[in-house]
């Protein structure tokens, strides 16, 4: 069992920053968590990919993010960041934080903490 705790969202105007973090918990049972990952849910729109990292640092953006977020993880912490710049109106979405584990390929689920972005 893997339990994700998110923190860091809020309201900020457009052009401005907001840093997520999302830490983790696990029994033993679980296992080594492999790849960690942001995903954002506006209303109204599927769930969609922001920013994954794996066991091993590769890191994958959304193309509507790239240039603007930065993903980071500290394996030490099974904590992984997400360092939002430059935030647009269209941003505005529930975060949510997933973490994979072998046992578990699909991951688990943080409870989301929304971000809204103001023109």
């Known amino acids: 069992q893997v339990q994700l705790v998110e923190s860091g969202g809020g309201l900020v105007q457009a052009g401005g920053s907001l840093r997520l973090s999302c830490a983790a918990s696990k029994s033993s049972f679980s296992g080594s968590i492999r790849t960690m990952g942001w995903y954002r849910q506006a209303p109204g729109k599927q769930r969609e990919m922001v920013a994954t990292v794996t066991a091993g640092g590769t890191t994958s953006y959304a193309d509507s993010v790239k240039g603007r977020f930065t993903i980071s993880r500290d394996y030490a912490k099974d904590t992984v960041y997400l360092q939002m710049d430059s935030l647009k109106s269209e941003d505005t979405a529930v975060y949510s934080c997933?973490?994979?584990?072998?046992?578990?390929?699909?991951?688990?689920w943080g409870q989301g903490t929304q971000v809204t972005v103001s023109s």
């Open positions: 997933n973490a994979a584990t072998l046992r578990r390929p699909s991951g688990y």
